[in-house]
């Protein structure tokens, strides 16, 4: 009876032993099960930081890269259609100095001649000031400056564009430029690259944000193609709306023409962060 | 000398040793400060004990009370400046009520092992543990993790054989078997000690090395 009683007693004692081993085990696994998730956690973080500071790099080389280009082609406007010319005004007019006694009638040729030449050079100079801020949109605002540029795409026969624009000038001057940018890159694409006869093109407005809805019949591209997406000028677009805020997003397959869309939302926050993006791009 | 005894004075070793650590590394963190004063609160009860228990040949079971009771106050308030939730502050205060009562209800139970009081503090305090971990598992660089670790683990060990504690005692099982759950709960603080050297170690050693 005894040895029974002390028997049970003993086996009280293990169970207490076994569930102390229980606890322990499960409070090692608890332990082990946070530190894997931690590891795991942290990794995950870290590949995101990494993935947005790629992000960020190739952006900002596609930044560089478009004023690299935009300063090359002014420096190829300047030279073609102002240097050059201005060149002729100054040998015809040391022409004219050096003959002596002047004859008139070459003298009036030479005359015409430079007033001819000084006209054209006038123009050049007018259209590559109006290529790097258009006046109307400085003057007359975004809606007037699309029309203005649709027009134009029009105008030359190559392409019909219908647009509708519902905006009530919610954006800064130097965020309606940047929109007004993507617009010209994106007509520009569609008429050099993808060969386009029809394009259209909305901006509409509503209380919460600002949605462009751009379509065009061209010929489309590989959307994986990424060579095809850098030389098309598509990085210059995303880096305008990442300086927006926006978010953009298109389709395209070849032969299926290209279509995109861009939000850009009305924040309270927006518009003073963006004016400082806008004061280092601007 | 029994194994035991050797267990004790390992783990009361290393206690002074972390507790010396610490001092010396102290930093201006609120957690850091509380977790030095639970080091120095424990050196000085747990020598306390060692002393009438060992000298002086008597219960020292009123002394374990006396450390179970500033323990979970001091770890309490750590937790707090780990955790900034005021209702830490609540809980405590309601435990400490309700051991209060228990006390003066039953002045006797300061000679035995309250299992409920036990239960209850150290149930509350292992709870704290797992919501640090939670939390941390937000943080880059969690403050005195390992140290949480060595908490936690040593709760919940130590909850069950301070809580079966007089149930060993009524019950006259062999010496064999509570001399087990003892030594169980001595190796438990030492690998506790152990962790809160590595914590040490790992994140203040090069520290107060520098300042010397």
């Known amino acids: ?37 931690r590891k795991k956690i942290i990794q995950t973080a870290l590949e995101k930081t990494n993935l947005e500071l790629s992000y960020q790099k190739e952006l900002l080389h596609a930044t560089i890269q478009t004023q690299e280009k935009e300063r090359k082609r002014i420096a190829q406007d300047l030279h073609d259609a102002i240097s050059a010319k201005l060149t002729v005004i100054s040998l015809t007019t040391n022409v004219l100095i050096d003959r002596t006694p002047p004859d008139f009638e070459d003298a009036n040729d030479m005359l015409c001649h430079i007033l001819e030449v000084t006209t054209q050079t006038l123009d050049s100079s007018r259209t590559l000031a109006h290529n790097l801020l258009p006046p109307i949109l ?28 519902v905006y009530n000038g919610y954006l800064s001057k130097e965020e309606e430029l940047h929109l007004f940018r993507i617009i010209q890159e994106l007509l520009n694409n569609s008429v050099r690259h993808g060969k386009a006869t029809y394009i259209a093109l909305d901006i509409m407005e509503d209380q919460e944000q600002l949605y462009v809805a751009y379509v065009d019949n061209g010929k489309g591209f590989d959307t994986t193609n990424t ?13 305008r709306v990442a300086i927006l805020q926006g978010t953009f997003s298109f389709y395209s397959q070849l032969s299926e023409g290209f279509q995109c869309t ?18 280092s791009y601007g | 000398m029994p194994l035991i005894k050797y267990l004790i004075y390992t783990g009361h070793i290393l206690l002074l040793f972390n507790t010396l650590c610490y001092a010396k590394a102290l930093h201006k963190n609120k957690a850091f400060v509380v977790f030095l004063i639970f080091l120095i609160f424990s050196s000085i009860t747990l020598s306390s004990m060692m002393f009438i228990a060992f000298y002086l040949h008597q219960n020292n079971l009123y002394m374990n009370t006396i450390f179970l009771i500033g323990q979970f106050i001091l770890l309490s308030i750590f937790y707090h400046s780990l955790l900034k939730q005021r209702i830490i502050h609540y ?3 309601i435990t400490l009520c309700v051991l209060t009562y228990q006390y003066i209800r039953d002045p006797s139970l300061m000679m035995k092992y309250n ?19 939670y939390k941390s598992l937000q943080l880059q660089r969690p403050t005195l993790i390992i140290v949480n670790v060595g908490i936690f683990l040593y709760l919940i060990c130590s909850t069950l054989i301070f809580a079966s504690g007089n ?18 709960n001595a190796i438990m603080y030492i690998v506790f000690q152990i962790l809160v050297s590595v914590e ?13």
């Open chain 2, 115 to 133: 299992p409920i009081g036990i239960s209850i503090t150290q149930i509350l305090l292992i709870s704290y543990a797992i919501v640090y971990f």
């Open chain 1, 227 to 239: 060579a095809v997406k850098k030389g098309i000028g598509l990085k210059n677009i995303e880096t």
């Open chain 2, 167 to 184: 149930l060993v005692f009524a019950i006259d099982i062999p010496f064999k078997l509570y001399d087990l759950l003892f030594k169980a």
């Open chain 2, 91 to 93: 809980l405590g205060g």
């Open chain 1, 138 to 165: 400085e003057n007359f605002g975004l809606v007037a400056a699309v029309e203005e540029v649709c027009d134009a795409f029009i105008n030359s026969q190559q392409v019909a564009i219908t647009y509708k624009t």
């Open chain 1, 1 to 37: 009876m005894e040895k029974e009683l002390l028997q049970e007693e003993s086996q009280v004692a293990m169970i207490v032993l076994i569930a102390i081993l229980v606890v322990l085990l499960m409070g090692i696994a608890l332990v082990l099960f946070f530190f894997l998730s």
């Open chain 1, 262 to 279: 861009i939000y850009i939302n009305k924040q309270p926050q927006h518009t003073h962060e963006k004016k400082l993006h806008s004061i």
């Open chain 2, 200 to 212: 040490w170690k790992k994140n203040y050693y090069k520290k107060s090395r520098r300042l010397l």
